[in-house]
């Protein structure tokens, strides 16, 4: 039978109406199959593990993503595949910081959530969870988990945790994968992708990085932004990291004081990043001038990475004492699918 685990960390999902005062209550996943009686129609052994204070996902942080690995790890052996509950808000992140923290992943990690309470008539909550219970279970002729990745389902469809943003609040499609396709879609029946998904060494250990440095900063370019500011938030002291989001192709103001203020940067070791503000497309910062004047100024490309996974990312690698010319590196390259690669020139 397969073993699947559900871990609650609060959000939207857990909530369920007191039909009597129609009050939202928080909902009791030791009790699960009790208020989700389709969950009987699974044969599967489905356990579940309640963060003892569910939180509002925007409460969620580093401390909290070593908690959800710690149980990971620790229940790794004794289950197929794990469905993470878990608000809407930060999931991107939260899906984010898993990928690059479970190396070696080879079974299914899912989060997903609603927005609508489990409890409320109109609910997509109980759909998400079903299909991504599902969709954890799912294995192939050869018994390896069909999506061994992070990722999150919502809204019929199934996506690489790391290439997510929340793109609605209001709407059950809540989530977009901008720059890679989903992995699956589910309709009458799941169709997944397999092309799309990444196939591990089975053999392999799961390898986990719990350490955080989370002296990072993502700052968002815009017209009219003040020499001081970039001045100022370039120099601070304890800052290691910048998320730098740029325009378009990754271009950013020609002024002199600002290429000098990152050049200075980018020479005392700070690590400057850059990903474009567009939902779609990559950073090619040869492309044009104002590129070219970050390139020299020693900012790497983070390609079409979200700014989701820019700053866990940068997080994790600077949590692991990398010198910074390695981070750049890394920042640069894939390490958990979170970039596609296309060849330009940055790249190469
Ligand atoms: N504010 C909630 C959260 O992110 C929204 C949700 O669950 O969708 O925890």
Same mark, same amino acid.
């Given at each position: 039978?397969?073993? &699947?685990?559900?871990?609650? %960390?609060? #959000?939207?999902?857990?909530? @369920?109406?007191?039909? =009597?005062?129609? /009050? ?93 309470? &489990?409890?409320?008539?109109? %609910?997509? #909550?109980?759909?998400?969870? @079903?299909?991504?219970? =599902?969709?954890? /279970? ?211």
């Amino acid at each position: 039978m397969k073993r &699947i685990l559900i871990i609650y %960390t609060g #959000g939207t999902i857990g909530m @369920i109406q007191n039909a =009597e005062t129609g /009050a939202l209550e928080a909902f009791n996943f030791e009790h699960i199959r009790q208020h989700l009686p389709e969950l009987k129609q699974f044969d599967f052994n489905i356990d579940s593990y309640q963060f003892e204070s569910p939180i509002d996902s925007s409460d969620m942080e580093p401390s909290l993503w070593v908690k959800l690995v710690d149980i990971i790890e620790e229940n790794y052996a004794k289950y197929d595949g794990f469905v993470i509950l878990h608000g809407t808000d930060t999931m991107s992140y939260t899906a984010s910081a898993l990928s690059f923290m479970l190396e070696n992943l080879t079974k299914p990690v899912i989060l997903t959530g609603s927005q609508l309470p &489990i409890g409320v008539m109109r %609910t997509d #909550g109980r759909e998400n969870l @079903i299909t991504s219970i =599902e969709i954890a /279970a799912a294995t192939d002729a050869k018994g390896h988990a069909i999506v061994p990745e992070v990722c999150i389902f919502f809204g019929q469809c199934l996506y690489r945790g790391n290439r997510t943003t929340k793109k609605n609040s209001e709407q059950f499609n809540a989530f977009r994968s901008y720059n890679y396709p989903p992995l699956a879609q589910a309709g009458i029946s799941i169709s997944y992708a397999d092309k799309f998904i990444h196939i591990p060494d089975f053999s392999k250990p799961l390898i986990t990085h719990k350490n955080f440095d989370t002296n990072v900063l993502a700052l968002t370019l815009f017209p009219g932004i003040q020499q001081q500011l970039i001045e100022n938030v370039v120099k601070m002291k304890d800052i290691k990291g910048i998320i730098l989001r740029t325009f378009g192709s990754g271009n950013a103001p020609s002024k002199q004081w600002f290429t000098d203020a990152l050049t200075r940067a980018t020479a005392e070791g700070k690590v400057i990043v850059n990903i474009t503000q567009c939902q779609n497309g990559s950073v090619e910062m040869s492309l044009y001038k104002t590129g070219m004047l970050l390139l020299q100024a020693g900012i790497v490309s983070g390609h079409d990475m979200t700014v989701e996974s820019a700053v866990t990312k940068l997080m994790i690698l600077l949590g692991q004492g990398l010198s910074p010319e390695e981070v750049r590196k890394q920042m640069s390259t894939s390490i958990a699918g979170e970039i596609s690669i296309t060849g330009n020139k940055e790249t190469k």
